[in-house]
């Protein structure tokens, strides 16, 4: 796998040579310095990279990456190398690299003393990104949970995510104390009104940025696996077309949340919340493309982190 410096340079290489980009352009595109940017391209060329053409499997990532921004109208967008060889099993359920590539955006986001309001979302690729972020003190910054964060399974637990980053930023970390989706509706309104709730909420609609998994229905979905939701009530999502879920949203195909009271169970800020932010999605897996085609579609989202045999997947697809 390719180490992040290296990956820069390459990235950097075939945005000067082949993209035609300027130096400015090359760092607003990566979220560098222009300097920084100036000796990426140079320790590319000393270290033989540039030829002909830029050397490294990465020249194809930036194209995969090009085309999913002009697909669906992101603003940022990251195609990461497979950490295994693409199609098989291993490849699906590796968080490594898109970690490692969530982690990266992040980090430097974070060095450019950009958004200081986090909301994050669920899931273990998120926790993967959190696991791979260097130490960077901004104790500035504040994670806040877009969702309930009591689940039963720990490895999708927003509450260890938001501690993980907050430990290695020294920033704060602000959980909202309720499930992930509650037991019936009425029990969600009185959840919603508790004082604490209340708080929290209102920091999460504040946030610049915002980190988001994307949840998916089936035999090899997460939320099923992880507690989030029983197996009836799965298969009712799953007749009312559901696919995949956007921070306990459930969408059909097309990107619509569907009709159903699961909907209005969730607990967390609400989708049309949502617009008008930077919403940034780390995803990847095969098993996963329809319901990262879904949120595509909602129009939610304005970034994107995911792996490559699964963009080109994505891409393959026809609206």
Not at 110 to 137: D, M, N, W, Y
Not at 305 to 319: F, G, H, K, Y
């Amino acid at each position: 796998m390719t180490d992040p410096e290296s990956s820069l340079q390459i990235r950097a290489a075939w945005l000067a040579y082949v993209g035609g980009c300027t130096q400015e352009e090359i760092a607003e595109r990566l979220g560098l310095s222009r300097v920084k940017a100036h000796r990426l391209i140079a320790a590319a060329l000393q270290s033989g990279r540039v030829k002909v053409f830029v050397e490294g499997e990465e020249a194809k990532c930036l194209d995969l990456e090009d085309q999913l921004k002009a697909r669906f109208r992101l603003a940022h967008c990251t195609v990461v190398l497979d950490a295994a060889r693409p199609g098989s099993a291993e490849a699906d359920d590796d968080f490594v690299a898109l970690g490692s590539g969530g982690a990266q955006v992040l980090y430097r986001l974070f060095q450019k003393a950009g958004p200081s309001s986090i909301g994050v979302g669920h899931g273990r690729t998120l926790a993967a990104v959190a696991e791979h972020l260097p130490h960077l003190p901004r104790p500035d910054l504040k994670f806040v949970s877009l969702i309930g964060s009591l689940t039963r399974k720990s490895s999708a637990n927003p509450f260890d995510v938001i501690s993980r980053l907050a430990e290695r930023t020294g920033g704060e970390g602000y959980f909202l104390p309720v499930p992930f989706i509650a037991d019936t509706e009425a029990d969600a309104d009185v959840l919603r009104a508790q004082r604490g709730v209340q708080t929290v909420l209102a920091l999460a609609r504040a946030c610049e940025l915002c980190i988001v998994g994307v949840g998916v229905l089936g035999s090899q979905g997460n939320l099923l696996h992880t507690g989030m939701l029983t197996p009836r009530e799965q298969s009712a999502l799953e007749r009312k077309g559901a696919v995949g879920d956007l921070l306990g949203h459930f969408l059909d195909a097309d990107g619509q949340v569907v009709d159903h009271e699961l909907n209005r169970r969730a607990l967390g800020v609400r989708l049309d919340e949502m617009r008008g932010r930077q919403v940034l999605a780390v995803v990847g897996g095969h098993y996963k493309v329809p319901a990262i085609l879904a949120a595509l579609r909602s129009g939610y989202l304005t970034g994107l982190v995911v792996n490559e045999s699964t963009a080109e997947r994505v891409l393959a697809q026809r609206d």
